[in-house]
């Protein structure tokens, strides 16, 4: 998808290749991109957000994959969004550029694995100044206690944004977190809201389809 205002709604996106390496399900490099009630469906690399500057929105969407499924430059808000892995691996591997606002960020979010996935880590940064973020999700018992992963680039836990607030089950514990990543406090935590993330003075109810 290159088009920017495109809206998709009760849809499934697939991509039916299996475990073969990287297989883009839904790449999306438009501004303004609304997904609401949908189902992404493939392994690793599933969904691809692009595009420095880009903003977009999956509300109430379900997500599957396998390494690194959620990825991209673009500043992604997810709304009450079902994750769910199926290898021992990475959700998410976002390539912020440095000058945004905010990479990946997941509201209310629900992990969730395939049955015998018992090691898989919230992300790893596929740039250095990669951000993402989780605020008031359930994590299962298949999020490592260490949360995060610096994939190899010590600057990565310098410059890269890594944060949780008030994440609950039994992959949620604070305990063992990786101490470059962040724990926000409420007042942190406040500002990520889907207005604050997505609103703009040229576009202030863009995302309200």
Known sequence: INAD?????????????GDVGQAVALAVN??????????LVGNQDTLYVTGEGNRMFFDACYIEGTTDFIFGSASAVFRDCTIHSKANSYVTAASTPE??????VFIGA??????GIKAVYLGRPWREH???????SLLGGH???AGWHNWNKAEAEVTSFFAEYNSRGAGGKRA???????QLNADEAAGYTVDRLLRSKKYPDWWMR
């Open 5 to 17: 205002d495109f809206v998709a709604r009760n849809l499934t996106i697939e991509n039916v290749a």
């Open 30 to 39: 438009a501004n303004r991109a609304v997904f609401t009630d949908i189902r």
């Open 99 to 104: 000058f945004a606002d905010f990479g990946l």
């Open 110 to 115: 629900r992990l969730a694995a395939a049955p």
């Open 130 to 136: 990669a951000q993402t973020v989780f605020i008031n």
């Open 143 to 145: 999020i490592v206690a």
């Open 176 to 182: 063992g977190r990786e101490d470059w990543s962040k």
